[in-house]
């Protein structure tokens, strides 16, 4: 019988020392010697009534911050167990909840900046979404990078709906189709991630879409992780087969000291506002940032999304600042490796070189770019092809110039595998 930690310890890939440093916390709390960063919030305590104003809200918010990033460092060097911290009202996990509540009254959950009352009937902002959100989809994911699909998959719940317009969305049909899906309550939402992780997943991976736009009904849903009575819903939830052999599946193998335990993996495109940075923060354990486009029009002429560059690298650098577990992905794309590629991989070396790069060559002309679809728009036709190999193989040069650290990622499949260690 194998068990889950002991195999997802033993993959080769812990044995590139970037890897092995940049994900140490995500991989400790996946194998259940620490604590997922929501539990650790639930034993912070915030100095404010819930029913206070905004702002502060968001200052207690930022104390009790601080009070956190040290107790998750006396967790982390053993000085103190969880077990022996009581569960304390009102806590950090809950402030953030309810801060997301009120950004929902105004919504800045992203870089649009839409200030729409989203909790009512009435205008909507660019993401064109209410206060309800729907899954398209969830399942063990085996196509994620290695640290993250392991042996038993990544929990993977994909929302509708996005904040960007990707032409080439890879996701089209639940990016593009707010409608998509099952509607979720916090509970139910709760209810999937448990049964993902249950069903042998490493990490449960919030992703869409974009995640970001559904920031209220994810935070809520988080609280709930642990609430195994008010914060389960398993209507219309479906059992996921892990299908990846036998493994242990008892609650040793998603519990931490007695208490419900995964880590939390943030997969967006990073166009969102500090606010949302902050709240998050306190409780994704791993970010699996996009990093798309260069900084002149592309993401503009590419995705009609504005401020991109100066968004993007600016969340880059708190992640990098915050000294947060991460890898970044960038894909690329069919005549867009000087505009695009190029300029990514030079912010990268400059700004934050030992972070593991995912330099993906499986873009495939999708959504509005594919010549046979009924979307299809005749201005996207440098984008209507796969990346030739020349560009590929460029892309891959001007990481090695640059001494980046991707080949262990990206290189990691079967074919290509090079198995360095
Ligand atoms: S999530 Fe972003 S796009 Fe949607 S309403 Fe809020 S600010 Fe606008």
Redesign the pocket.
Known sequence: MFTRSDDFDNLWVWNDPQIRHRTAWYREVAANRMPARYLIASRVAVDVDPASEETELWSAFDRATQTFLALQERIKSGQVRLADLPRLQPNLRGLAVELGRRMLTH??????????D?STKGK??????GAASRVGSYFQHRGEELIFRGTHGSGTIFFTSC?MRCAFCQNGDISTDKHNGMKVTPAKLASIARELRLGGCHNINWVGGDP??H?HTILAAIDLLDDETAGTDPSRIRRVEHGFGLFDDSKAAAYHQGEFNVPLLWNSNMFTTLETMKLLRVLIDVWLPDFKFGPGKCAVAAARTPWYWETVTGNLALLRDWGEDAGIRHLIMPNHVDCCTEPVLDWLAENWPDVPINIMDQYRPDTHTHPSSPTYQPRYAPLSRRPRADEIQQAYSLARERGLPFETITFERPSEMKHPF
């Open positions: 919504c800045n959950f992203c870089r649009w900046n839409c200030r729409v989203r909507r902002g660019t993401c064109g979404l904040n970001t736009i920031l």
